[in-house]
């Protein structure tokens, strides 16, 4: 999901009646049901710095499982196609922020843990594709993460439309479908063309726990946890990559480390619409490594975490130039 501050400007003239925040915890856990348990298929356009893309999107479920086909109507047919969050093939380079990255694990909507983090209303009501919705606004209590404003179809809980602004007010993203069927796609529908390329993701072989004590920091954002670890063989380098992917149950942020030595690298400080990505190289006892923190947080809380990273339980690690 995506996130943005409650901006009257943005609702285009709705009225917005702050409710208690039990309705908007309650309309969360319905999204969050909705998304698990309601197949559907529809159009749905994405903006991200003033550009648009549009997208097709067949998602369908049964006894539990979770299976999506996500195809790029602009340009090239560039597509994706995942199984329970896990993406399995790939067809070109999907804009990004459309698609998450393998092994994402799928947004649980915890009310009453994100209730911490933000300050959930309903704001009254709006028509997204032609669909009544409900407008919920989640305005972060911190300046570590964005907001969100959802519009949730009041027939089935999902999500029609969703916007993201900067603490500024800036509109950084927008998803909005334009056209929604909650028919169930068939099996054909959910077939990938013969371009997409399967994904392969090795674990890492250890859990999550371990991982964290070889790589940690020493800050985090409030909120925000360990949810998955993984590592791979970078094919030029032949050395392992790990990456561990951080959430507050709302927003998320992975952090890649791979180990340097000798090699030119630069350090980087970008941002794409709501995507910042961080790389600072950093000095271990266990040797130089280049630290890269990418995913929808501030730009400041990027460089912070990927400062505060350190290996083995060691002394923090010190930045090279």
């Given at each position: 999901m995506r996130a943005i501050p409650l901006v009257p400007l943005l609702l285009g003239g709705?009225?917005?009646?702050?409710?208690?925040?039990?309705?908007?915890?309650?309309?969360?856990?319905?999204?969050?049901?909705?998304?698990?348990?309601?197949?559907?298929?529809?159009?749905?356009?994405?903006?991200?710095?003033?550009?648009?893309?549009?997208?097709?999107?067949?998602?369908?479920?049964?006894?539990?499982?979770?299976?999506?086909?996500?195809?790029?109507?602009?340009?090239?047919?560039?597509?994706?196609?995942?199984?329970?969050?896990?993406?399995?093939?790939?067809?070109?380079?999907?804009?990004?922020?459309?698609?998450?990255?393998?092994?994402?694990?799928?947004?649980?909507?915890?009310?009453?843990?994100l209730s911490a983090w933000y300050d959930m209303k309903v704001g009254g009501n709006s028509r997204v594709a032609g669909r009544p919705a409900v407008v919920v606004t989640l305005t972060p209590r911190d300046q570590h993460r964005y907001g969100i404003e959802?519009?949730?179809?009041?027939?089935?809980?999902?999500?029609?439309?969703?916007?993201?602004?900067?603490?500024?007010?800036?509109?950084?993203?927008?998803?909005?479908?334009?056209?929604?069927?909650?028919?169930?796609?068939?099996?054909q529908m959910l077939q990938p063309s013969a371009d997409c390329k399967p994904v392969e993701v090795v674990k890492a072989k250890v859990d999550a726990q371990k991982q964290q004590v070889a790589w940690r920091s020493d800050w985090l954002p409030p909120g925000f946890e360990l949810s998955s670890a993984a590592a791979r063989k970078d094919p030029d380098s032949k050395s392992l990559v790990t990456s561990l992917m951080y959430d507050d149950g709302l927003a998320r942020f992975s952090v890649f480390i791979e180990p340097v030595s000798g090699a030119a690298v630069t350090d980087i400080r970008t941002q794409l619409g709501p995507t910042v990505a961080v790389s600072r190289r950093l000095t271990t006892p266990k040797g130089d490594a280049m630290v890269t923190v990418v995913g929808e947080i501030p730009i400041g809380t990027a460089e912070r975490i990927a400062l505060s990273m350190r290996n083995d339980g060691a002394a923090p690690a010190s930045t090279k130039k």
């Open positions: 709705w009225l917005v009646l702050p409710v208690h925040a039990d309705e908007a915890q309650d309309q969360l856990k319905r999204l969050a049901q909705a998304e698990q348990q309601q197949s559907f298929q529809g159009t749905f356009v994405y903006e991200r710095n003033g550009s648009f893309s549009t997208h097709r999107i067949w998602h369908r479920v049964v006894d539990g499982k979770v299976r999506e086909h996500l195809l790029q109507l602009d340009g090239s047919a560039q597509e994706v196609l995942r199984v329970d969050g896990v993406t399995q093939c790939v067809s070109g380079t999907l804009v990004a922020g459309v698609s998450n990255i393998p092994d994402s694990p799928a947004h649980a909507f915890d009310a009453a843990k959802l519009h949730l179809d009041t027939q089935t809980g999902l999500p029609l439309k969703s916007l993201l602004l900067s603490d500024k007010g800036q509109l950084l993203e927008r998803f909005q479908f334009t056209e929604l069927d909650t028919d169930a796609p068939t099996d």
